[in-house]
């Protein structure tokens, strides 16, 4: 079974420059989540989709930030215009509901921002 | 809200002694709960985790973690460390659905574990 995919793997780009991230999940999940890791951090919930739905973007900084997942399966993020503290670990990870919500996660390699 | 606790930074074990991650955890009624690995430029590897049942939950690579409800915590634990276990280990807390719930993976801040031969 292929993981979650995930690129580019490594992206530098100066200060209130755009980038994109691309993300396919695992074929059949419906759930796939963004999340952000800033060194030294765990994990931070940025959007979760359910199919083509957003469920919770409640972290995510609309003001730069924004998500899709046309079609609900892969999905991209866009960041524009990047500021310095954006750059962190960008995490896709996604799951295949079951009931009650008790399966893992299954995360791709992630995208290493560097903002300069 | 929910929220998860890992209190050391560091952990630093000799290989072939046991070892311990500590997590405490803070949720409004059962917890779903996770255990994950991180090697360098890696991306999150799944462990274990406890739903219900067994208080004792074997996952992946040798490791266990002992779910104990009255203090609230979820150590994860090896009875015998390898140099190839040294990685990043976070404690998760998974929403229930339901209630404004999305099921939204909640992370701790992370343990360095070090083992050293």
Not at chain 1, 49 to 69: C, H, I, M, T, W
Request: proline share 5%; hydrophobic share 35%; net charge positive.
């Amino acid at each position: 079974e292929a993981g979650v995919a995930q690129s580019p793997r490594y992206k530098i780009i100066e200060k209130r420059q755009s980038v994109a991230f691309w993300c396919n999940p695992i074929s059949g999940h419906a759930t796939l989540y963004w999340y952000q890791q800033i060194l030294g951090q765990g994990p931070k919930l940025l959007i979760q989709f359910q199919n083509n739905g957003v469920v919770d973007d409640s972290q995510l900084p609309k003001d730069r930030f924004s998500a899709e997942r046309l079609k609900g399966v892969d999905s991209t993020l866009k960041i524009q215009p990047a500021k310095l503290e954006d750059s962190a670990v960008y995490l896709c990870a996604s799951s295949f509901p079951r009931g009650g919500n008790t399966g893992e996660l299954f995360f791709g390699e992630g995208s290493r921002l560097t903002v300069l | 809200a929910q929220s998860v606790a890992q209190p050391e930074d560091q952990v630093n074990v000799a290989e072939g002694n046991p070892l311990t991650v500590k997590c405490t955890y803070s949720v409004s009624g059962n917890p779903y709960l996770f255990w994950y690995v991180q090697y360098p430029n890696r991306g999150l590897q799944f462990l274990l985790k406890y739903i219900t049942g067994d208080n004792l939950v074997k996952g992946s690579y040798g490791f266990e973690a002992e779910f104990n409800k009255s203090q609230t915590s979820f150590h994860l634990k090896k009875p015998s460390a390898l140099v190839s276990d040294s990685a990043l280990y976070f404690c998760a807390v998974r929403d229930r659905l339901g209630s404004g719930n999305t099921g939204k993976l909640i992370f701790g801040q992370g343990t360095t574990l070090q083992v050293k031969p």
